[in-house]
């Protein structure tokens, strides 16, 4: 007797404490906005578990098979996260019952624990009811909060997704730096270009904030091979930086260029990865990337002043944004293309970045 009453005191300990951290990795998953240092660990463990294997097999296919099957993932992973946490529960409420009910080894455990099953059931002590009523409370509000999140997530992958596809247009894919200054360059549309930094300030804001909330969002893959938001993101602070380095008082440089490398610190850090070394611009390619600002009359620095200046802005976000795209198995974009050598050769007349 004192054998199954210790028993049932353990097993209503175990139970309450499943049922609470169940709760609260919910709670905190699919609720509470996040911050960057607190991310629910049973999540994190799971995706952590789930995504390199199953980034190691889509890497023995071809890239765009590969693309595909690492698109499969994001959606995926939501699905096992519910298990997880759906059977966590389910187990927590039988352990409970099981105690209230008095340790009675029969098929109560298995048949009344049903966490979307109403309450009612079998016949019983008050105490079982209760946890019975308790339990189903319980899979309803988990049912609708559900319900209510995947709108979310997907209103946001659409938002991001309308941003990245809009630069594609202008940048090619990926989008490049040198495309987009460039474009700015050869028509003479530097205003339109500072414009643009203003609204991608708006969108690496919406995208840091989106993210942290909702992490899975950053294993969701574009619709297009050779899209995706964090070559999207790196691209536009690498204008930013490239401006902000040639032209020092453009203030819309440095807002875009401040908060893009805050985002990819942020998201880097929300998945423990540790910079990772990278040098994505060579001497040649920025030699022709100042042409087009030189040839346009918008550089008021000299070149070496401006090279000095763009590596050390570099090296404070290259680094994440290497290891992010490492992680995710996403391209980062190049800063130069080879056809856009040719076009900056064409005689241009710019006007001032900030105007006159």
């Known amino acids: 007797m004192r054998t199954l009453t210790a028993m049932r005191v353990l097993a209503g300990i175990a139970g309450v404490v499943l049922i609470f951290l169940m709760l609260s990795e919910f ?15 049973i999540a994190r463990g799971l995706n952590r578990l789930l995504w390199r294997p199953w980034r190691g097999l889509a890497r023995q296919f071809e890239p765009a ?74 899979g309803v ?72 909330s909702y992490p899975l969002l950053s294993f969701y893959r574009s619709q297009h091979v050779g899209q995706n938001w964090l070559a999207a993101l790196t691209a536009m602070v690498d204008v930013a930086a490239f401006v902000k ?21 942020d998201l880097a850090h929300q998945f423990s990865l540790e910079p990772a070394e990278v040098d994505r611009l060579t001497d040649e390619e920025f030699d022709d990337l100042f042409a087009i600002l030189e040839r346009s009359t918008v550089a008021n620095v000299d070149s070496e002043t401006a090279r000095r200046h ?26 130069f293309r080879g056809g856009d050598v040719a076009k900056k050769a064409r005689p241009t007349v710019g006007r001032d970045l900030v105007g006159r």
Do not use: C
Request: aromatic residues 10%.
């Open 245 to 265: 380095a040639t032209t020092p008082d453009v203030e819309g440089a440095d807002i875009t260029y401040r908060i893009g490398r805050h985002a990819l610190a």
């Open 65 to 138: 098979t590969a693309d595909t099957l690492l698109g499969f993932f994001g959606p995926l992973a939501l699905i096992v996260q519910l298990v997880v946490w759906a059977i966590g529960l389910v187990i927590g409420y039988g352990l409970l019952e099981w105690a209230v009910a008095g340790g009675s080894f029969n098929h109560r455990f298995l048949s009344s624990s049903g966490l979307f099953l109403s309450a009612g059931g079998e016949g019983g002590s008050t105490g079982v009811r209760v946890v019975q009523l308790l339990e189903a409370a319980t």
């Open 27 to 41: 709670f905190v998953s699919f609720m509470l906005p996040r911050r960057v240092k607190r991310d629910p660990r």
């Open 310 to 335: 763009l590596d050390h802005l570099r090296a404070e976000y290259e680094p994440n944004a290497q290891a992010l795209a490492d992680f995710l198995a996403l391209e980062l974009p190049p800063w």
């Open 141 to 212: 509000g988990v049912l609708f909060i559900v319900i209510g999140y995947m709108p979310s997530v997907y209103s946001a992958f659409s938002r991001r997704e309308t941003a990245v596809s809009q630069l594609a247009t202008r940048g090619g894919s990926p989008p490049a730096a040198g495309t987009l200054l460039h474009r700015a360059a050869g028509r003479e549309q530097w205003r339109d270009l500072e414009r643009d930094l203003r609204s991608w300030e708006e969108w690496a804001a919406e995208l840091m904030e989106t993210h942290l």
